[in-house]
């Protein structure tokens, strides 16, 4: 079922779309965090189209969100060559027993196939990410996915370079940052001598 590597494109995907708009509801650069409590989770659900209105929303519902999101960034940062084997680890672990919790199946039509959650409400909708996470893997993109390896940062991207070597959101911000404390620690450590 896996498709052809050679049809990955330098535009996201729909699917694609989805994760990222997920991944990044963390607070970056003053930012407001989007999955707070159950009142900001539930406002985000309907504002992306995730729920329908009269589905309860509860704090532990955006507890888990939070954590299948802090999952997904951890796996998006390895995709830039992070090299924190354990925190990857634990996520992928993460990821596994959250597709258990929020099951998918196959919804086969004449055009083609998709996943689909088992689920309505708030499983379901985490479902959906799961799922389209699922869908840009199959389509040979998921590589391009990214989380900025600048600390503070971490926003989700898709890599549009042709080598797939982006690892950074914006080289002129983040990669400039980043480039600037290597330079400072460098001669810190210099001057140190």
Not at 88 to 108: F, N, T
Not at 162 to 175: I, L, Q, V
Request: glycine share 6%; aromatic share 6%; hydrophobic share 40%.
């Amino acid at each position: 079922m896996a498709m052809d590597a050679s049809r990955t494109t330098l535009s996201p995907s729909a699917a694609a779309e989805v994760v990222l708009t997920f991944v990044n509801t963390r607070a970056i650069d003053g930012s407001r965090e989007e999955l707070l409590d159950g009142a900001a989770f539930s406002r985000w659900l309907r504002k992306e189209d995730l729920i329908d209105s009269p589905s309860l929303v509860t704090d532990a519902d955006a507890a888990a969100a939070r954590e299948l999101r802090d999952a997904l960034v951890l796996v998006l940062l390895a995709h830039t060559g992070e090299q924190d084997e354990a925190g990857r680890a634990g996520a992928e672990e993460y990821l596994r027993r959250s597709a258990e919790l929020y099951p998918l199946a196959p919804v086969i039509t004449a055009s083609g196939v998709h996943l689909a959650p088992t689920q309505s409400g708030v499983p379901g909708a985490l479902a959906k990410m799961l799922a389209a996470a699922s869908d840009v893997a199959l389509r040979g993109s998921w590589m391009r996915l990214k989380a900025c390896r600048n600390p503070p940062c971490h926003l989700g991207f898709y890599d549009r370079t042709r080598n797939s070597s982006a690892a950074y959101c914006s080289p002129n911000r983040c990669g400039a940052q980043v480039a600037m404390r290597t330079y400072r620690s460098r001669k810190a450590k210099e001057e140190g001598r």
